[in-house]
């Protein structure tokens, strides 16, 4: 089903139809001008490669004070950002920008890693979505990516009470994570628009159960990752980022992901590896 969207703004969009289904993704990254960015084969869905490892690896000698977050039972809760087809699958519309990174973190599989060993903790489980829907096309002025995101039909919905066509869509959760997410257990919180938690009630949900430390992973790195780690931050949370449960864009203007561990070294509480995180998470059960 296709769904039309005016893009009638002033901000030089035209009319459209939105492929709810997000069949066309290199034409459509191509024509929101990152054409160019490798197109990456094979599944996302594996460990991180060595290759990877040595080329983000951490200084031998840190410049930075060694800064660490311990997890406390009750107050510390697993924080995952946009799960979601669009950035993790091959049917995603941001697969050609952001499935080389995805692939080399082995994100997807980390992510599930991270939900499994929080789920057998006990810990508590929140999500942040990112959803548009028809109204958002209509917005006046927009950023680089959001103008990007808008008109690849990026996590497109029909409206906020309906969700004919959300099953599969790219605004649908991965399939691997529906049995964590879906538990009736896990907190999803209301959209978030941009990029950081501002606009959504992350902060509120988080608060209203006791959490003041977040361990953080979830797409994209120098995105919304990183825009809900600054925000925590600025409210008053300790934040461990996951560094390979996370992903970013590469393209001609850089490496997102790079760019975004560079950040997350220098302002979080911690920066982890996914077994480190695992480890860290059962033993605090």
């Known amino acids: 089903m296709t769904h039309k969207h005016d893009h009638g703004c002033g901000c ?86 952001v499935g080389e990174s995805v692939t080399e973190q082995g994100t997807v599989d980390n992510i599930e890693e991270l939900f499994k060993a929080a789920k057998a903790a006990g810990m508590p489980v929140f999500i942040s979505p990112h959803y548009y829907y028809p109204h958002d096309h209509k917005w006046n002025f927009e950023g680089t990516l959001e103008a ?70 979830g797409m994209s790195a120098n995105l919304c990752t990183q825009a809900h780690l600054y925000d925590l931050l600025e409210l008053g949370y300790e934040v461990a980022v996951v560094r390979d449960a996370t992903a970013g864009a590469k393209v001609p203007e850089g490496d997102g992901y790079l760019a975004a561990l560079i950040n997350f070294r220098m302002v979080a509480n911690g920066v982890w590896w996914t077994d480190d995180a695992v480890k860290r998470i059962a033993s605090s059960a």
């Not at 991180?48 to 510390?76: F, S, V």
């Not at 087809?85 to 519309?93: A, H, K, Q, T």
């Not at 009736?184 to 992350?202: F, M, R, W």
Request: net charge negative; with cysteine; hydrophobic share 40%.
């Open 12 to 97: 030089g969009h035209t009319e459209e139809t939105v492929d709810l289904a997000r069949r066309r993704v290199l034409a459509s990254v191509a024509a929101a001008g990152v054409a160019g960015a490798a197109s990456v084969a094979g599944s996302g869905a594996q460990a991180a490669t060595d290759e990877a490892k040595a080329l983000y690896a951490d200084p031998e000698n840190p410049g930075l004070p060694q800064i660490d977050m311990t997890i406390e039972p009750g107050r510390t809760a697993l924080v995952v950002t946009d799960p979601q087809i669009d950035f993790l699958s091959e049917d995603g519309v941001t697969w050609s920008v």
């Open 148 to 217: 990007t995101m808008h008109s690849i039909g990026m996590f497109d919905r029909l409206g906020p009470l309906n969700l004919d066509n959300f099953e599969g869509s790219g605004a649908d959760w991965m399939p691997q994570y529906k049995k964590y997410i879906e538990d009736g257990e896990t907190i999803v919180c209301s959209p978030h628009k941009v990029y950081s938690p501002a606009q959504n009630d992350l902060n509120l949900q988080l608060r209203k159960r006791g959490i003041d430390k977040v361990i953080l992973a």
